[in-house]
């Protein structure tokens, strides 16, 4: 029987994208959301790529009946769960919000898979639980110093998964470190639509490439880097999704705790990828130079040989290819 993965946040960037890969890879896919930061023409669009009906559930991951009536109805083998706020100066200013989506979510979520016996979850982690304290590139033992509220709840997520794991070993969890999620599926269809004004670089440079913004800023231009711009390790949202589907054949073999770091370990200056962004949309972009922004650092990149070696997965697209994408999904997102 196909094994049903119920993605929480489906409707969202990233879970929308790992939607697709599931289907792909002979899953079938099933959706909680609350749609505060997606929208329900998401679904269509994914039944349309996938060919298959991707089930919805409307509704908050805090509720804890309709959760415990969604696992049992669909008969769900394990769990991605992509569901949470993410904007880090948010964060500052709404931590309550925060602490109550994030933890209380996966709380309610983890109690509400316990009593189905739902054991095996993947979860959505970030670099941000490494802060400033990793050296370059970051393996998954550096020191974990989250210097946002963000970055908090998601480390106290793992910690939380990893005490419930030791208490109960029929737990398999993932904890899945990405690190710049960018770029959008080919088919142009699905890609990264924040309903306020994006935080991300490859939204802003979509829509600065579109008219929709005036520009971009460039938070510090004096960083220890060879063009003085922080360095990031973007990687393509669908090699991101490629290996969420390898971290749940993993856990079908692993018991206990993986954690893994998702990046492709090579960094891009700021200024490197906008020049990337000029070359797939065909147009200057803008910018305006910037102070750096507390809390910044200047290069963070993965050290992303372990999910090679554990998963047999690697990032196999390019900066050219996030920009192509992302850019295609901009002229093409309200067709
Ligand atoms: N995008 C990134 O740069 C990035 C980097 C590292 C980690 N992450 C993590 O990956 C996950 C997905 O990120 P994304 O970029 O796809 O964000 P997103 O906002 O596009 O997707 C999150 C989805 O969850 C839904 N949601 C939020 N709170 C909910 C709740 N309480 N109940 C039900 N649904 C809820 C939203 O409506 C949205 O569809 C998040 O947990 C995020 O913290 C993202």
New binding site residues.
């Given amino acids: 029987m196909t094994d049903k993965i119920l993605v929480?946040?489906g409707?969202?960037?990233?879970?929308s994208h790992i939607v697709i890969e599931l289907s792909a890879a002979g899953y079938a896919p099933l959706i909680?959301?609350?749609?505060?930061?997606?929208s329900p023409s998401v679904v269509p669009r994914l039944s349309e790529i996938t060919g298959h009906d991707v089930p919805c559930v409307t509704?908050?991951?805090?509720d804890r009946r309709l959760l415990a009536g969604t696992l049992s109805e669909h008969a769900v083998a394990a769990v991605v769960h992509?569901?949470?706020?993410?904007a880090v100066g948010e964060s500052e200013s709404r931590p309550l919000a925060y602490y109550d989506?994030n933890i209380g979510?996966t709380i309610a979520l983890a109690e509400a898979m316990a009593d189905a016996g739902v054991k095996t979850i993947v979860f959505?982690?970030?670099?941000t639980v490494y802060g400033q304290a990793g050296s370059n590139p970051i393996a998954e033992d550096a020191p974990l110093m989250p210097e946002s509220v963000y970055g908090r709840t998601?480390l106290m997520i793992e910690q939380l998964l990893r005490d419930l794991a030791r208490s109960d070993p029929a737990w398999r969890v993932a904890l899945l470190r990405?690190f710049?999620?960018a770029g959008a599926h080919a088919s142009g269809r699905i890609g990264?639509a924040p309903s306020a004004t994006p935080n991300?670089l490859m939204p802003i440079l979509a829509q600065v490439g579109a008219g929709k913004l005036p520009e971009i800023a460039v938070f510090g231009s004096d960083w220890p880097t060879p063009d003085g711009t922080g360095v990031r390790d973007y990687i393509h949202v669908v090699d991101l999704a490629e290996a969420h589907v390898a971290a749940l054949a993993h856990l079908q073999r692993a018991a206990g705790v993986t954690t893994l770091n998702l990046g492709t370990s090579r960094g891009y200056s700021v200024l490197e990828a906008i020049a990337a962004f000029e070359r797939a949309c065909s147009k200057p972009i803008t910018r305006r130079m910037a102070p750096r922004r507390a809390g910044d650092v200047a290069i963070c990149v993965a050290d992303a040989s372990a999910a090679r070696v554990t998963l047999g997965w690697v990032a196999r697209r390019g900066l050219d290819a996030m920009c192509a994408d992302a850019w295609r999904w901009q002229l093409h997102r309200d067709a």
């Fill in positions: 929480t946040g409707a969202g960037y990233i879970g909680v959301d609350d749609f505060s930061n997606s509704g908050d991951i805090r992509c569901a949470g706020l993410k989506s979510g959505s982690s970030s670099a998601k990405y710049n999620p990264e991300n």
